[in-house]
């Protein structure tokens, strides 16, 4: 009977844990022999909520309902949300990419400011939801990017272009801030693309 029930649990947390990977375009041989791959980051066409606000709305609704709570603190959160993408969505997402192709034995290395790699990777920031908890209450983040690898010195040159949908985003024992649960989801996404590449670029 226990192991039934933890098969079970096993089983959501697979559910829960999952999400939709597509390659929209190209392949992955270019990436053999490569010891570096350059990383960018763009939120230009980030839509947030079922609603699909845009970035401007969303965070122009969020300044204007935590400032009628308390005086300053939309804006206190205002520079939290655009700090918190290089500060916690970036470096998660380059974690544990990295993390996942060192397990492995893999020696190349995605990083920022690699401009003199051969290629770069662009992560589109294209949906998120943030989640929420409210104690009793709660629900992980989802993450949704579209990543292109390109060739760096001419990024018109799409190479790869992979679809990343809803990431989930949460923390164990859950967590009161919606930048944590996003970089969390970032980290996921990360980490399924670094598991995805040992299985179809380094066999």
Not at 71 to 84: A, E, L, Q, R
């Amino acid at each position: 009977m226990k192991k039934a029930v933890f098969a079970a649990v096993l089983f959501v947390s697979a559910l829960a844990s999952a999400q939709d990977i597509d390659v929209k375009k190209g392949d992955f041989g270019f990436l053999a022999g490569q010891k570096e791959i350059n990383v960018e980051f763009t939120y230009d066409k980030l839509k947030l909520m079922e609603d699909n606000l845009s970035d401007e709305k969303y965070v122009a609704d969020r300044v204007a309902d935590l400032n009628s709570k308390e005086k300053g603190k939309g804006d206190i959160w205002k520079k939290k949300w655009y700090s918190s993408r290089e500060d916690a969505f970036e470096p998660k997402f380059i974690s544990l990419v990295n993390t996942m192709l060192e397990k492995k034995g893999q020696s190349v290395n995605f990083g920022k400011g690699l401009g003199s790699a051969k290629y770069t990777l662009i992560v589109e920031a294209v949906w998120i939801y943030p989640g929420y908890n409210v104690g009793i209450m709660k629900k992980g983040a989802k993450v949704s990017t579209n990543l292109k690898f390109v060739e760096t010195a001419n990024k018109g040159n799409v190479l790869l272009e992979i679809s990343m949908e809803k990431a989930p985003g949460d923390i164990f024992g859950g967590s009161f801030s919606n930048e944590d649960r996003i970089a969390e989801g970032y980290a996921k996404t990360g980490k399924s693309l670094g598991q995805y590449l040992l299985k179809k670029a380094y066999k």
